[in-house]
């Protein structure tokens, strides 16, 4: 049986798709949260400037997509992490205080990958009874920069799957700005963040806050 997919770049939450910026929310589950199994410090932080911007995106017709860790109980990936986003765990669910998306990439889905960036999830379809379908459409394939030029990210965490999905944006032609005030480090080395900082801006990587993309485009 094949299955057609056809998405609707024009709709999003708010209303219709006006521009050709997107926002990319990287991450941010339970199991990165207070209480989750791989728990960043303050992590939970990031969710209010992250609906913040998420409210205004709406508002301007932006194109909002999300990525989340969609790990197999048994994964290649456990060996350098403790397991987390477990498939239909409650450590997978998406924060609950986070204004959810309707376009949704799970990456990190088979036992052989480790899913870093969100460029590496693919388009994730929900049926009626909330199971998920995993689509061969990359999230590349979805959001190509020649229609989404402009791209802002934030999330968890900064030295980690935000940095890579950041370089990866770079290296796909995206204008990429890093929303700094929305993300947080694991930093399992004191310096990490900064270094990660470092590397993203060699790399043409703007790092910017809500406050500042909120006053320039109210």
């Known amino acids: 049986m094949f299955v057609t997919i056809t998405i609707d770049h024009r709709k ?21 949260c207070l209480g989750g199994a791989l728990a960043i410090p303050k992590g939970d932080e990031v969710v ?3 609906n ?34 477990i498939q239909y765990s409650w ?4 924060h609950p205080d986070l204004k959810l998306c309707h376009y949704i990439f799970s990456k990190g889905t088979k036992p052989d990958e ?13 049926d009626w009874n909330v199971n998920p379908i995993i689509t061969p459409l990359s999230l590349l394939e979805f959001m190509p920069s020649d229609k989404f030029a402009e791209l802002y990210i934030g999330g968890l965490a900064t030295d980690y799957c935000v940095k890579m999905t950041a370089l990866d944006a770079i290296r796909h032609g995206f204008k990429t700005t890093i929303l700094i005030d929305a993300c947080r480090a694991v930093n399992v080395n004191p310096n990490d963040e900064d270094e990660a900082i470092s590397e993203m801006q060699k790399a043409g990587v703007i790092i910017s806050t809500t406050h500042e993309v909120l006053k320039i485009n109210p």
């Open 12 to 32: 999003t939450r708010g209303g219709y798709i006006m521009s050709n910026t997107a926002l990319l929310i990287v991450d941010v589950q339970n199991d990165f």
């Open 48 to 50: 209010a400037p992250l």
């Open 52 to 85: 913040a911007i998420i409210t205004h995106a709406e508002k301007n017709g932006w194109l909002i997509v999300a990525s989340r860790d969609w790990h197999p109980p048994y994964t290649k990936h456990f060996k350098a992490w403790p397991p987390h986003g």
């Open 91 to 94: 450590g997978a669910e998406f």
């Open 114 to 126: 480790d899913g870093y960036s969100a460029f590496d999830g693919m388009f994730t379809i929900f």
